[in-house]
């Protein structure tokens, strides 16, 4: 049977003049059901493609981009910022973390709308308000507004296994929206606001989590030698004052759409 995609609009935050926008593509039945008989019926999975409004610019994970209109530039970023034609919007635009190595986004600058490629999983919509935010590596799609992109070296499980090399991040930092994506829909997310409390998750379950908390990994009870991959006899403990999010139905999502790398 052949379907026709419609588009309506999921979900949409605004903020200083810039909006994302999450449009869900729905498929319908291009014939119509047969009167007198019993059909079945599976539809295709639900498409999900996010718009970014912007008077400004935008900046997207690199090969997240599907088409765009307006008076836009484009132009790859390196983690050292340099890049030319864009002058000043490029500067600091993505920032290098201390081990100097290189990490690309695309960046536009100018007024216009952006799309990106249309996926299965579900869009995360979000507001930085002069703070930064470290992200599931994996789960960064876009932002809009004064935020700049730059990388947190997570030593987490390093640490606790005596590894020097720690886990490479996104870190979003300033003022803005962002958009994450995730096998888990976004009302099933729960934005734990800690103050000058802890937090301790025994899984793969948080997707960001704003830098102001002090982030650490410790030995769980399931045992005293677990596996730095899988995070097998760790937990992930956050400390402080802050904002976390928090997806406890993952596990129940695990396989449909493949998970986001966890933190």
């Given at each position: ?37 019993m059909q079945g019926l599976t539809r295709p999975s639900r498409w999900r493609q996010l718009a970014i409004h912007t008077t400004t610019g935008a900046t997207l994970e690199a090969g997240a981009l599907q088409y765009l209109r307006g008076n ?92 020097g090399e720690g886990r490479v991040q996104p870190k979003l930092t300033g003022s803005g929206l962002f958009a994450l994506q995730s096998p888990v829909p976004p009302e099933e997310f729960q934005l734990l606001e800690l103050q000058n409390d ?66």
């Amino acid at each position: 049977m052949e379907f026709t995609w419609t588009a309506t609009t999921e979900r949409e935050l605004s903020a200083q003049g810039q909006k994302l926008e999450v449009l869900e593509y729905s498929a319908h039945p291009m014939e119509a059901p047969v009167q007198g008989y019993m059909q079945g019926l599976t539809r295709p999975s639900r498409w999900r493609q996010l718009a970014i409004h912007t008077t400004t610019g935008a900046t997207l994970e690199a090969g997240a981009l599907q088409y765009l209109r307006g008076n836009l530039e484009m132009q790859a970023v390196s983690a050292s910022g340099s890049g030319g034609g864009l002058g000043g919007f490029l500067r600091g635009a993505v920032t290098a973390a201390a081990t100097g190595e290189g990490m690309y986004k695309t960046a536009l600058k100018g007024q216009g709308v952006v799309y990106t490629e249309p996926t299965r999983l579900h869009l995360l919509l979000g507001e930085l308000r002069g703070e930064s935010l470290i992200v599931d590596d994996g789960a960064f799609v876009a932002c809009v507004g004064d935020i700049s992109v730059g990388r947190h070296v997570n030593q987490g499980f390093a640490q606790m296994v005596g590894s020097g090399e720690g886990r490479v991040q996104p870190k979003l930092t300033g003022s803005g929206l962002f958009a994450l994506q995730s096998p888990v829909p976004p009302e099933e997310f729960q934005l734990l606001e800690l103050q000058n409390d802890v937090l301790k998750v025994d899984g793969n379950l948080v997707i960001a989590y704003t830098d102001s908390l002090q982030f650490s990994v410790e030995r769980s009870s399931r045992g005293l030698i677990g596996s730095a991959k899988t995070g097998e006899g760790f937990i992930q403990a956050f400390r402080g004052t802050g904002r976390v999010w928090l997806c406890p139905t993952l596990p129940l999502h695990a396989g449909s759409l493949g998970a986001v790398t966890s933190l």
